[in-house]
């Protein structure tokens, strides 16, 4: 009884792990980048790993200092993992990340 268990349970298993969710990335023409990758554009998530200065301005709470000092943040230390890695920087404190935090992404 204890082999018949076993192997269902090695069945099971083997079934389980061939049933993965498989993400896609949309890739455009243009550049052959992901479309996640690129800067988004007004109305979208600012990607804190590709945005300019110019770009970050947009969002609520960062004027030309602070842009600034998000991008050499980013060149001295690379990309950014997660959003909250924003409180590191000169200029961002939790209420200014909380202002802005849903029009981010980390990609």
């Known amino acids: 009884m204890k082999g018949i268990n076993l192997i269902f349970s090695l069945i099971l298993f083997a ?4 049933v993965q969710a498989v993400e896609v990335t949309a ?6 980048q992901p479309a996640a990758a690129q800067t988004a554009t007004a109305g979208d998530a600012v990607n804190l790993n590709t945005a ?28 950014f993992t997660s959003v909250d890695q924003l409180l590191a920087v000169k200029g961002i ?15």
């Open 15 to 18: 079934a389980a792990s061939l």
């Open 52 to 79: 300019s200065a110019e770009q970050l301005q947009s969002l609520k709470g960062v004027g030309p200092k602070t842009a600034e000092s998000i991008v050499a943040w980013r060149d001295a230390n690379g990309p």
């Open 27 to 32: 890739v455009t023409p243009s550049t052959g």
């Open 93 to 107: 404190g939790e209420k200014t990340l909380a202002g802005m935090r849903d029009s981010l992404t980390v990609q």
